[in-house]
């Protein structure tokens, strides 16, 4: 029993280890992340704000993310307009209710998002029906939209301004992709708007 274990957990560091390395030499995926963060940068500049959307984890990695621009990363500056629509029960229940789960977020961006934001949608398999009206919501309003899917992208892959594939087809490996790529942006939106005068690296 005590083996098995222990090979359990070999296995799930090298498949974390796979993961990141599997990122870290893709070269488009760099380039998708230089474009999301000039992309996030220009929308902030302009008085913009980003929104944030997913599903059960993904739900909370949209909170954690939104959390580390309205508060901080890794130094003291002025907060920067991230918002989870995936927090307020009243407003989802309210609209699951009277329109169906579906329309969960994509009523939100009716509502909240202007021309210019960009959103923020992560799901796992890329075909979350509440992301995909998200997304159709977003393009009708001129919004921005940043995909964070499995590997083969899903419905989504194509819906997106920029998609981030993770390079695994198991949810929990594609759920730390996207956890360390949500860490990696706001780190970089931070420092691109903020720069060494606020205390960056």
């Known amino acids: ?33 230089r474009e999301a963060v000039k992309m996030s940068v220009d929308a902030l500049g302009r008085g913009n704000k980003i929104l944030f959307a997913g599903n059960g984890g993904s739900a909370a990695d949209a909170q954690h993310w939104a959390g580390e621009l309205v508060s901080r990363f890794n130094f003291d500056r002025p907060g920067l307009a991230g918002i989870a629509l995936t927090t307020d029960t009243s407003i989802l229940t309210a609209i699951g209710n009277d329109y169906g789960y579906e329309y969960a977020f994509a009523r939100q961006v009716e509502a909240l998002g202007r021309e210019g934001d ?7 398999s890329g075909n979350s029906k509440n992301i995909l009206r998200a997304i159709t919501a977003a393009r009708t309003a001129g919004i921005l939209v940043v995909g964070f899917t499995g590997q083969s992208g899903g419905q989504m892959g194509d819906q997106c301004d920029i998609c981030f594939k993770m390079p695994s087809s198991e949810t929990p490996k594609v759920q730390e992709g996207h956890e360390f790529l949500g860490h990696l942006l706001c780190g970089m939106i931070e420092e691109e708007i903020f720069g060494k005068s606020h205390g960056g690296r």
Not at 11 to 30: P, Y
Not at 118 to 124: A, M, N
């Open 1 to 33: 029993m005590a083996s098995q274990l222990t090979d359990s957990i070999g296995l799930e560091f090298t498949k974390s280890i796979q993961l990141l390395q599997d990122m870290s030499e893709d070269v488009a995926l760099r380039e998708q992340i």
């Open 118 to 124: 960009v959103l923020y949608v992560l799901s796992t």
